[in-house]
C-alpha cells in the first residue's frame, strides 16, 4: 500500500495549479468576468441584462438567425433564443 500512496501523491502533485482561480480577481463587471447570454435565454432576457446592444443586424435565414452586437460579445439567436455568445475579440495593439 506505501507505493499507491506515493503514486497518488505524486499524481495530485503533478496536477496544475492554474486550474484554480486567482485570488482578487473578482469584478463586479459581469462581462469581465466572462459573463455572457446563456444558450436558450430570450431576447428580451438579455436585453433586460446586457441593455440596447450597440447593433442589432438583419435577420437572415431559415431558420431565422438574427445577431446582436455588443462591446463585449456577439450574440446570435435563433427566432427569440440564444443560440450562442461569443467574446469579441480585441484587436492588436500596434
Do not use: C
Not at 3 to 18: D, G, K, Q, S
Not at 33 to 57: F, I, L
Not at 79 to 88: C, I, S, T
Amino acid at each position: 500500500m506505501p507505493i499507491v500512496r506515493t503514486l497518488t501523491l505524486l499524481a495530485l502533485a503533478a496536477v496544475p495549479t492554474a486550474m484554480a482561480q486567482p485570488l482578487g480577481m473578482a469584478t463586479s463587471d459581469p462581462v469581465a468576468a466572462g459573463d455572457r447570454p446563456a444558450r436558450g435565454s430570450s431576447m428580451s432576457a438579455v436585453q433586460s441584462r446586457y441593455g440596447e446592444p450597440a447593433n442589432r443586424h438583419a435577420t437572415v435565414g431559415n431558420p431565422p438567425i438574427t445577431r446582436w452586437d455588443y462591446p463585449q460579445f456577439s450574440v446570435y439567436f435563433e427566432h427569440d433564443r440564444v443560440l450562442h455568445a461569443v467574446l469579441v475579440k480585441a484587436a492588436p495593439a500596434g
